[in-house]
Structure formats: structure tokens, C-alpha cells
């Protein structure tokens, strides 16, 4: 392999505009260490070319057989799909990742693709308080447009004022901590994942629980407030242990909205766990478009999608574009893929309307009409 094609690879997984995701265990990975040897040709190990390539090439070939299985699927069909879904991971700009839309940009996009809601996350800050303003100039789209507060020490981590203030800028949903979970950093060892584009302070790790596994009294009260405005709780990048942990204090407390976001990305979830969180917890299982579509930060076979959604079954189920980084496929585009895939490997259309408008809409109070 070339040596400029391993360190295009390089740079595309490890480089400021770097996937918002850690690579899921079993996958191959690039780490940071490279970056020396791969500046040197001839210090390129046989390992390291053999490492890289295998990263490539899985993403080459699920991307390829991905595009193989959707190519016959109409696109009228896709079109009446689209109207009235709701995407609720959209990571448009500003912000000090790179991104290719703005907040604005990505609002649009949904209106002329015919979609009614839209939720903008961002790791390090909420846009809550400019959402006001985005209705005064895009009301007229008829899109609904949300955002929350995601629980990393750049934007107050597990503070009551910090979480309670965002509720009352109209936060809709609090994320535990993504970059900053003790579970993300853990894992992201010898990795470089949520990368800026400028040099943070280096995070404190957080986790929800105390050292005998006990939901800790910050988060408690954080979640009394998330109950209190009806608002809704992701479990962010916390491990499948603490999410157990902390869904079971939030329903003795009153939250009455949980998601999960990518449970098989980075979480260390089972199918097992899948079924049962979705089950005990009357929890939505959203699966993120970014990891099966034509996307640069595929890692799953196209097929596995059937098999995440139906861990959790369909009435628990929702899909998100996790989309709005450079060089990857619009939020719009991703979640047309994503339309086009779920019917490639079987799911009906009411099947795929209910993932992509009905058990979104509901999360965000949108009213459903069919």
C-alpha cells in the first residue's frame, strides 16, 4: 500500500475532522502513535500497512455493498418516507468541530427534503438559547427545531444550575457526558475521537455512579429537573453498566423520555441488553445512520442494522443521522441512505415511517398525523 494513501487514511480518522465516535471494540484502529512512522516510509511496519489496510478496506467494502443493496430502491418512494421524519442527532455548526452545515443550513435542508423536526447537538455547547432566533427567520419552514445540553466538563458537567438554566432556555434533552464519560476516555486510549480543532484542557473523567456503584447526588438532582420539565435523558457515552444504573434512578424519579444513542458503537452493549433496557425502560433505541451508510465512518456491515433494530424491536426503535461533519453525506442525505437500506434489508415502509417520524416525533411532542 502506497505510503500517501496510509496516511490519507491516517489523517481521516485521526485528524481535526475525525468521526464524533470512538471505534467500537473489534474493529481496527488507528492511533495516534502512527503518525511518527507513518511520516517515514521506511519505517512502516508490515503490522502497522496490514492494520491500516484492513481499517480501509472494511470500510471500503461495507460502504460499496451498501451502495449495491439500495441502488434499485426508488427514490419517490424514499421522498414519501422523508416527509414528516425527524432527525434528532444533527451535529451542524458553529462549532470547534469541523462541520459542512450550519444550524441554519441543516434546517433548510429538512424543510425542502419535507421533514418536520430537527435537534441540534453539539458536545461543547447548546443551542437552546439561539433556537428563538432560528424561529423568527425559519419559522416560515415549518420545521420544528430543538436542541439540549450535553454533560461535558467544557459546558458545566454534572452541575444542577448549569443543567437547570439550560432547561429554562428550552433545553428538550439533557446527553450525559460524551467525550468527558469516564467510559469514552477509557476507551479512547491510543485513539484521538471527538477531535477540535482546538486544544481543550484535558477533560476530568465523569461517571454517573460513586465507588459502590450508587447514582451520585449531582446527577440526582440533575435528573429531578429532567422530570420536572418533561425533558428528555440520553444516556450519551456512558457504559452499558452505568446507563442500567442511571435509567433505574431516572424512572424512581419521574423522567419519562430515555434514549439510547448507538448502543453497539462504543457503549459495550449485547443484543441482550438492547431488548432489555428498550423493555424495562420503555427506552428508544436510536441507531445512528453515520455507522451503515455511505459514510466515512461506516464500520458495520450493512445487514447489522436489521439486526441492531430488531434487538430492540421496532416500536423501541428510531434512526438519527449522527451527520453534519465535513466530507460525509449531509444529515438529509444520510437519513435518505438510511431509508433506502432499512428497505433494502426488509423493513416495510410503515416500519421504517414509524423509526424515522412516529417514535421521534413522540420524544419531541411533535403530533403525529397519518
Not at 481499517?55 to 467494502?61: D, I, K, P, R, S
Not at 428538550?172 to 471527538?194: E, Y
Request: hydrophobic share 40%.
Amino acid at each position: 500500500m502506497p505510503i500517501e494513501l496510509l496516511q490519507h487514511f491516517q489523517h481521516s480518522l485521526d485528524g481535526p475532522n475525525s468521526h464524533d465516535f470512538l471505534i467500537p471494540p473489534g474493529e481496527t484502529q488507528i492511533s495516534k502513535r502512527c503518525e511518527a512512522e507513518l511520516s517515514t516510509p521506511s519505517s512502516v511496519t508490515t503490522s502497522m500497512q496490514d492494520e491500516l489496510k484492513g481499517a480501509l478496506m472494511g470500510n471500503q467494502e461495507n460502504r460499496a455493498a451498501m451502495r449495491a443493496l439500495i441502488a434499485d430502491i426508488d427514490e419517490e418512494r424514499v421522498d414519501a418516507l422523508m416527509q414528516g421524519a425527524v432527525d434528532l442527532h444533527v451535529h451542524s455548526g458553529p462549532s470547534i468541530m469541523a462541520r459542512q452545515v450550519d444550524h441554519f443550513e441543516a434546517t433548510e435542508q429538512a424543510a425542502a427534503a419535507g421533514m418536520k423536526g430537527i435537534l441540534f447537538k453539539d458536545h461543547h455547547y447548546s443551542v437552546s438559547p439561539i433556537i428563538p432566533i432560528m424561529e423568527r427567520t425559519l419559522g416560515h419552514l415549518n420545521v420544528a427545531m430543538f436542541s439540549g445540553l450535553v454533560l461535558n466538563n467544557s459546558s458545566g458537567g454534572f452541575d444542577p444550575y448549569v443543567v437547570d438554566s439550560a432547561l429554562k432556555h428550552g433545553a428538550k434533552i439533557i446527553w450525559m457526558p460524551t467525550a468527558h464519560s469516564a467510559n469514552h476516555i477509557r476507551s479512547n486510549f491510543r485513539k484521538s475521537r471527538l477531535a477540535a480543532n482546538v486544544q481543550l484542557k484535558s477533560p476530568k473523567m465523569l461517571t454517573v455512579v460513586d465507588d459502590q456503584g450508587g447514582i451520585i447526588d449531582p446527577v440526582k438532582e440533575i435528573l429531578d429537573s429532567i422530570a420536572e420539565f418533561n425533558a428528555i435523558l440520553s444516556s450519551g457515552h456512558l457504559h452499558v453498566w452505568e446507563i442500567w444504573k442511571l435509567f433505574e434512578e431516572a424512572k424512581k424519579r419521574g423522567v419519562g423520555k430515555l434514549i439510547v444513542n448507538h448502543p453497539m458503537y462504543g457503549l459495550h452493549f449485547t443484543y441482550e441488553d438492547i431488548g432489555e433496557i428498550a423493555e424495562r425502560f420503555d427506552a428508544l433505541i436510536e441507531q445512528s445512520a453515520c455507522l451503515y451508510v455511505d459514510s466515512r465512518f461506516n464500520v458495520f456491515e450493512p445487514e447489522l442494522l436489521g439486526e441492531h433494530i430488531r434487538a430492540a424491536g421496532v416500536q423501541h426503535s428510531s434512526i438519527g443521522s449522527d451527520l453534519g461533519q465535513v466530507d460525509n453525506p449531509t444529515p438529509v442525505e444520510g437519513m435518505r441512505q438510511a431509508i433506502k437500506l432499512c428497505l433494502a434489508i426488509g423493513f416495510t415502509d410503515t416500519e421504517v415511517r414509524t423509526m424515522v417520524r412516529d417514535n421521534p416525533s413522540r420524544l419531541v411532542d411533535i403530533p403525529v398525523t397519518q
